[in-house]
């Protein structure tokens, strides 16, 4: 082997490498803190995602309405027939839109946020993911009963996916930043950071672990900044101050608890027999979605205030909700126009919903309660809100959540005690009754069993990066300084030919820059180490941690079983995809 044409370096080029290793040695970014970076930029990019969304909603909404007022204002102020026509044709163009997108699904990329986090690649598919959006945008600007955060979360959930195939990040990464991306949707949606956070770990990964929540918390943290800069830091469902008069209150609190545990599972029964009802039509997407649409009309025209997701009719309920019978009366049509916007297959969310209908519950329960204790003093509006986490957390399964999120949405200190009541309670009477949930049947679907089960035999092969920039043995001095500069790693892999020989650490090049003399003799194999710790293609990520285990660098080599180099594994990746496994869930 002949060796290179040796390169001398330039005293600017010497002043570039020791600051490299100074930054090496002083300001240590592993991949977990570049992980969390990610998340911070993902957070910013996706509540810009949801808030593009939600303009372009409000436009069409005003187009269609001739209103730029809330939904039940706008809808209030249309003459019947409209209030028919406008839903309807509504749900016809979302329908068209879901039937003329089909040609785009993707055989390759998934096109929903939970299967890409918990069985996919990370890959979102673009095309797919757009349509869906849009067919959301005609639904929801045109007051289907059903909520915004499905398409905020599918957006923002892109972004992420976007940027972890742009810059080509293993699987392991790709996933953790679509989670990510939900997170910053939810965020974005309720203004609620820390309950974005525990949505996606409670719900979708079914993992508290910090590995896999710190990113989160990042994410949904910027992207509720970025939207408070834009629209404001209030409380979404700003509330009267309620406050406890005793601890026999919690008593009615309790009794609330048991009541939403008992209701929530009649609940979501109720969206599963409105989606079989319109699915036995046998009709297209199109035709499906205007009865949807026609059948919310006509609900309008007695009570306009089943239009749009709920947000103002929670409003109403905790400060001026009005009689009980025309609360009752509310409900019940919301609950059909719900069933109706659900069932026929549009686009969305059933999150605000099920906040209304929790609320609504709530309140008519607090007002049995101050019919038949008059002394105690209790307020039906702090049922409302108590009700509101209760029904949430037997609903999705997930009361951490519910808890975080009902506080978030009110700021209201005081009633955190009796919501952590209610909704624990509610949640063990809703899954004692059923284990289905919300979002329960959509991660079965997603194959959580075959996941868990892949577990066992996913390999290192399965995670690592593809090889990237190695060094071969007769690299020159001046070569091999100057790929540090190029790469963001500590160590280079060097190569004899295909084959792995050792490899060369930035700080094992620190002794020869004041060395000129030296500078010009030395090549790769002089200042490669040899025999360090490497990972075979095919052992087990549990294989592959013991050997991170005794290792000191955060990155290791992947050879084959001929010590070819394929590529390079971090122990980061590892503990992110492991952290990410979703928990099974009971058939």
């Given at each position: 082997?002949e060796?290179?044409k040796?390169e001398?370096l330039g005293s600017?080029?010497?002043?570039l490498?020791r600051?490299r290793i100074?930054l090496?040695?002083?300001?240590r970014?592993?991949?977990?803190q570049?992980?969390?970076?990610?998340?911070?930029?993902?957070?910013?990019a996706g509540a810009?995602?949801?808030i593009?969304?939600?303009?372009?909603?409000?436009?069409l909404?005003k187009?269609?309405?001739?209103?730029d007022?809330?939904?039940?204002?706008?809808?209030t102020?249309l003459p019947?027939w409209r209030?028919?026509?406008v839903?309807?044709i509504?749900?016809l163009?979302?329908?068209?839109?879901?039937f003329l997108?089909?040609r785009f699904?993707?055989?390759?990329n998934?096109t929903d946020?939970m299967?890409?986090?918990v069985?996919?690649?990370?890959?979102l598919?673009?095309?797919?993911?757009l349509?869906k959006s849009i067919s959301a945008?005609?639904s929801?600007?045109t007051?289907?009963?059903?909520?915004?955060?499905?398409?905020?979360?599918?957006l923002?959930?892109?972004v992420a996916?976007v940027i972890?195939?742009?810059?080509?990040f293993?699987?392991?990464?790709?996933?953790?930043?679509?989670?990510c991306?939900a997170a910053?949707?939810?965020a974005?949606?309720?203004?609620?950071?820390?309950a974005g956070?525990?949505f996606?770990a409670?719900?979708v990964l079914?993992?508290?672990?910090?590995?896999a929540?710190g990113?989160?918390?990042?994410?949904?943290?910027?992207?509720t900044l970025?939207?408070?800069?834009y629209?404001g830091?209030e409380?979404?469902?700003a509330?009267?101050?309620f406050?406890?008069?005793?601890?026999?209150?919690?008593?009615?609190?309790?009794?609330?608890g048991?009541a939403c545990?008992?209701?929530?599972?009649?609940f979501?029964?109720?969206l599963?027999?409105?989606?079989?009802?319109f699915s036995k039509?046998k009709?297209?997407?199109?035709?499906?979605?205007?009865i949807?649409g026609?059948?919310?009309g006509?609900l309008?025209?007695?009570r306009?205030?089943?239009?749009?997701n709920?947000?103002s009719?929670?409003?109403?309920?905790l400060?001026?909700?009005?009689?009980w019978q025309?609360?009752?009366?509310?409900?019940?049509?919301?609950?059909?126009?719900t069933?109706?916007?659900?069932?026929?297959g549009?686009v969305g969310?059933?999150?605000?919903p099920?906040l209304?209908?929790?609320?609504?519950c709530?309140?008519?329960?607090g007002?049995?309660?101050?019919f038949?204790l008059?002394?105690?003093g209790m307020q039906?509006?702090?049922f409302?809100?108590?009700?509101?986490g209760?029904?949430?957390?037997a609903?999705?399964?997930?009361?951490v959540?519910a808890?975080?999120m009902?506080?978030?949405?009110?700021?209201?200190y005081e009633?955190?005690?009796?919501?952590m009541l209610a909704?624990?309670?509610?949640y063990?009477?809703?899954?004692?009754?059923?284990?289905?949930?919300?979002?329960?049947?959509?991660?079965?679907?997603?194959?959580?069993?075959?996941v868990?089960?892949?577990l066992?035999t996913?390999?290192?092969?399965d995670?690592?990066?593809p090889?990237?920039?190695?060094l071969k043995?007769?690299?020159?001095?001046?070569?091999?300084a100057r790929?540090f500069?190029?790469?963001?790693?500590d160590?280079l892999?060097v190569?004899?030919?295909?084959?792995?020989?050792?490899?060369?650490?930035?700080?094992?090049i620190k002794?020869?820059?004041?060395?000129?003399?030296?500078?010009?003799?030395?090549?790769?194999r002089?200042?490669m180490?040899?025999?360090?710790?490497?990972?075979?293609?095919?052992?087990t990520?549990?294989?592959a941690?013991?050997?991170?285990?005794?290792s000191d660098?955060?990155?290791l080599?992947v050879?084959?079983?001929?010590a070819h180099?394929l590529?390079?594994l971090?122990?980061?990746?590892?503990l992110?995809?492991?952290?990410?496994i979703?928990?099974s869930?009971?058939?």
């Amino acid at each position: 082997m002949e060796p290179a044409k040796t390169e001398s370096l330039g005293s600017i080029t010497k002043r570039l490498v020791r600051l490299r290793i100074w930054l090496s040695e002083h300001v240590r970014i592993s991949e977990l803190q570049a992980t969390l970076l990610w998340a911070a930029l993902i957070g910013v990019a996706g509540a810009w995602s949801s808030i593009a969304f939600r303009e372009i909603t409000d436009l069409l909404h005003k187009l269609a309405t001739g209103s730029d007022g809330g939904y039940v204002e706008s809808f209030t102020l249309l003459p019947p027939w409209r209030r028919i026509a406008v839903p309807a044709i509504g749900g016809l163009f979302a329908g068209l839109t879901l039937f003329l997108g089909t040609r785009f699904k993707s055989k390759q990329n998934s096109t929903d946020y939970m299967e890409a986090v918990v069985v996919g690649n990370g890959n979102l598919s673009v095309r797919a993911s757009l349509v869906k959006s849009i067919s959301a945008l005609f639904s929801g600007a045109t007051g289907a009963s059903i909520g915004r955060e499905g398409p905020l979360v599918q957006l923002s959930s892109l972004v992420a996916s976007v940027i972890g195939q742009w810059f080509k990040f293993p699987l392991a990464r790709r996933r953790q930043m679509v989670a990510c991306g939900a997170a910053a949707g939810i965020a974005s949606a309720y203004n609620a950071p820390i309950a974005g956070a525990f949505f996606v770990a409670e719900i979708v990964l079914g993992s508290m672990a910090m590995n896999a929540f710190g990113p989160l918390v990042i994410a949904s943290l910027a992207s509720t900044l970025t939207t408070r800069a834009y629209m404001g830091s209030e409380a979404l469902y700003a509330a009267p101050i309620f406050t406890l008069h005793g601890n026999r209150d919690f008593l009615a609190y309790l009794a609330l608890g048991i009541a939403c545990g008992f209701i929530a599972p009649a609940f979501l029964n109720f969206l599963k027999v409105s989606e079989r009802g319109f699915s036995k039509l046998k009709l297209p997407a199109y035709i499906r979605l205007a009865i949807g649409g026609a059948i919310v009309g006509l609900l309008a025209i007695y009570r306009p205030e089943v239009c749009g997701n709920g947000r103002s009719l929670v409003f109403a309920i905790l400060n001026h909700p009005g009689t009980w019978q025309a609360l009752a009366i509310v409900l019940a049509c919301k609950l059909l126009a719900t069933g109706a916007t659900f069932g026929s297959g549009a686009v969305g969310g059933v999150f605000t919903p099920t906040l209304f209908t929790g609320a609504a519950c709530g309140y008519l329960f607090g007002a049995l309660c101050t019919f038949l204790l008059p002394g105690w003093g209790m307020q039906p509006g702090a049922f409302g809100l108590v009700g509101m986490g209760a029904f949430l957390a037997a609903a999705t399964g997930a009361p951490v959540m519910a808890i975080i999120m009902i506080f978030e949405l009110t700021l209201n200190y005081e009633i955190l005690m009796p919501v952590m009541l209610a909704a624990v309670v509610s949640y063990y009477i809703c899954r004692s009754i059923t284990s289905r949930s919300l979002y329960g049947d959509a991660l079965a679907r997603k194959g959580q069993h075959a996941v868990t089960e892949r577990l066992g035999t996913l390999k290192v092969v399965d995670l690592m990066q593809p090889r990237g920039d190695s060094l071969k043995l007769d690299s020159s001095f001046g070569l091999v300084a100057r790929s540090f500069l190029q790469n963001r790693h500590d160590f280079l892999p060097v190569v004899d030919g295909d084959h792995f020989s050792g490899i060369v650490l930035l700080h094992d090049i620190k002794p020869y820059l004041d060395q000129p003399e030296l500078e010009s003799l030395l090549i790769a194999r002089d200042v490669m180490r040899e025999g360090t710790s490497s990972l075979n293609a095919k052992q087990t990520l549990e294989e592959a941690l013991h050997i991170f285990a005794r290792s000191d660098t955060e990155r290791l080599p992947v050879l084959d079983d001929q010590a070819h180099l394929l590529g390079s594994l971090t122990k980061s990746d590892v503990l992110l995809f492991l952290a990410g496994i979703p928990k099974s869930t009971e058939a």
